[in-house]
C-alpha cells in the first residue's frame, strides 16, 4: 500500500504544483525602492509642507535652504532639494510629480487589470463569437502603439490627467486580458472547476479559490510591468510637451524645463531624472523578467501560442 | 496568425483609427464644414455660401451613425483630406516624413543588430560568467531608461559637453547618429537577452552536446544547430521590437528635431489637427500589421514544426 502511494506521489505533486509568488533578493530590493518613493510621494509635503507652485525668484536654481526670515520679513519655507529656474522648491515640485503620476499609472494599471481579467475570463468561459470578437479588438489595439492611443485619447477628452487614466487603461488591458484567457482556458476545463461547480459553488468562490492563485503570480509581474510602462509613458509625453500641461508639476515636464540650465544647476536636472529612474528600475525589479525569458525556451520546445 | 486573421485585424485597425478620428474632429469646438472650408479656401474666401457647399459636398448635413459612415467611406477610398494647418494634402504630408521616419528606423535596427545579437550570443556560450553577469546589468539598467532619458544623457555627453556630433538637425550623415543609437540601444538590451536566452538554451540540449561529441567544432555547431534556433525567437520579436520602434520614433524624432512621422504625429496634437492624426495613426497601424503578417511568414520558413 505504502509503496503504491510512493509510487503515484509524484505526479500528484506535479498536479497540484502551482505557481508561487516568490520573493528572491531582487524582488525584494525592487519593492523597497518603490515603497520609499511611494512614501515620498504621501508623507513629503507633511515632512515639510511647502507649494510646488508658490515661486521665490530671487532664489532661482539656488541650492538648499533652512528654514528662515527673508530681509522682506515673510518666512521662506525650507526647500531641501534648493529650487528651480523660477524659484520653485525642487523637493516640493517633486514630491506633487511623483504623486500626480503614480496615481494616475496606479489608476490605469487598476482599471486595466480589473477589466482585462474580467473580459478575459468572460472570453475563456464563454469561447465562440464573444471570444473571437474580444480577441480580435485586443489584436487591433496591440498594432496601435501605445503613445498613440494615449495622444488619441488626450484630444477626445478634455482633461489630460483624465485622457491619460482612460488612455493607458486602454492601452494595458490588453496584456491582462490575453493573460487571464490563457490561465482561464485552461484551468476552467480542469476537473476542479468542474466539481466545484457541481457542488454547488458560485462564481466569485470558483474565481477566488480556483482561478487567482494560478493568475496571481503572471498578473503581478504584469501589473508592475504595467505600472512602469505607465510612468514612462507619462513622463515620455510630458517631455515632448503633450502631456500634464505646465505649470502642474510632473517628471517629464520638469527634466524639460530645467535642462537649458543643466550647466548651472546640475543637480536640480539630476534631481527628477534619479528620481525616475529609480521609480522604473524598482518596478522592473519587482516584475522580474521571466516573463519575456519564457519565449524563448519555448519556441525550442517547438510550442506556439 | 494566419493570413485572414490578420486582415480582419487590419480592417479592425483603420475601423479603431476613424472612429477615433471621428470623435476627435466631433469633440474639436467649432462647426467643422466652417473650418473645413477655412482650411480649402483660406479664411479669406470663407463665407456661408462656401461652407454651405462644404456642407453638401460632404454630407455634414446626415446625422450621427451616417456621418460616421461617410467618414469611414473616405478613409476606406484612401481619401485622408487635407491638413488642417499647411492645407497640404495628408498623403503629400506622409509619403515626405514616412521616407525620413523609415531610414532612421531602419538605422536603429542595423545598429541594434550590430550590438545586441553578438553579445547575447557571446554570453549565452558562457552563461553565467563573468560577460553574462554584467550584460544583464547592463540590460536591465538600459530597460530601466526611458528613451527620452537616454536621449537626454547622450545630448549632454556627446553633443553639449563633447561637442563631438550635433544634438538636433537632419539632412547630414552625423544626424543620424545620436537618434539612431538612442533608439537603437534600447532594442539592444532587449535583443542581447533575448539572444542570450536561446543560446543558453541551446547549449544545453541533447542534439548540442551531440554535435560535439561527433566532433564538429564549435563555429560548426552554431552554424548547423544553433542559429536557427536563435533566429527564431529574435525574428519573432521582432514585430515586437517593431511598436518599441515605432513609440521611441514619435518621441525621439520630437527631441532630435527630426522631421519625421511621429515628429508630424506630435506636432498635429499639440495644433489638433486631426487629419494628419489620422493619417499618420494609420500608417502607423497598417505598417504593424503588415510588419507582422512578415514576421509570422519568416517564422514559419525558420521553423516549419508548427505547420499544419
Redesign the interface.
Known sequence: MNQVVEGLAPQRVEAVRRPRLDWPLRRVIGAAMVASLVLLALLGNLVIPGDPLEQHLYRALQGADAVGVSDAGEVITSAPLGYDHLGRSLYHRLVAALGLSLSIAAGAVILAAFSGISLGLLAAGRGGWAERLLS??A??????????LV????????STPLALWLGLSLVLWVEFFRLARATGRSVLASPGVEASRLLGFGAWYRFRHHLWPEMAPVMMTAMAFGM?NAL?AI??LG????GIPEPTPEL?TM?VEL?PY?REAPFALLTP?LV??LL??GL??MSG?KA??S???D??E?A?P | ?NLP?RL??LL??VL??GG??Y??MQ?LPGDAAWRIAAGRYGYDALDAAAAASVRAELGLEAQGGLHFLYWLGDILRLELGTSLISGESVWVEIRHQLGNSLSLAGAALGISLLIGPPLGLLAGLRAGGWLDRSLLAVC??L???????LA?VLI?LIS?EMGLLPAAGHGEPQHFILPAMTLALGLAA?SA??VR??MA??TQ?AFHDFARWKGLSNAQTFWRHGLR?VA??LV??LGLQF?TL??GV??IE??FGWPGIGHA??HA??S?D?PM?QGT?LV??VG??LI?LLVDLLGRQL?P??VK
Open positions: 480580435l479588438v489584436d487591433s489595439l496591440l498594432a496601435l502603439p501605445g503613445l498613440l495622444l488619441m485619447v488626450s484630444v477626445i477628452l478634455p512602469a514612462m513622463a515620455a517631455f515632448v510637451h503633450v517629464g527634466m535642462l543643466w531624472v525616475t529612474f522604473l528600475l522592473l525589479l523578467s519575456r525569458t519565449t524563448a525556451a519556441t525550442l517547438g506556439r | 496568425m486573421s480582419l485585424q479592425m485597425v479603431m483609427v477615433a478620428s470623435l476627435m469633440s536591465s539598467l530597460r530601466a531608461t526611458p528613451q527620452f532619458l537626454l549632454l553639449v532587449v537577452r533575448l536566452d536561446a538554451a541551446v540540449t534556433h527564431l525567437p519573432t520579436y511598436v515605432v513609440e514619435v518621441v520630437s527631441i504625429l506630435v496634437i499639440f489638433r486631426v492624426v495613426a502607423l497601424g504593424f500589421v507582422n521553423d514544426r508548427g
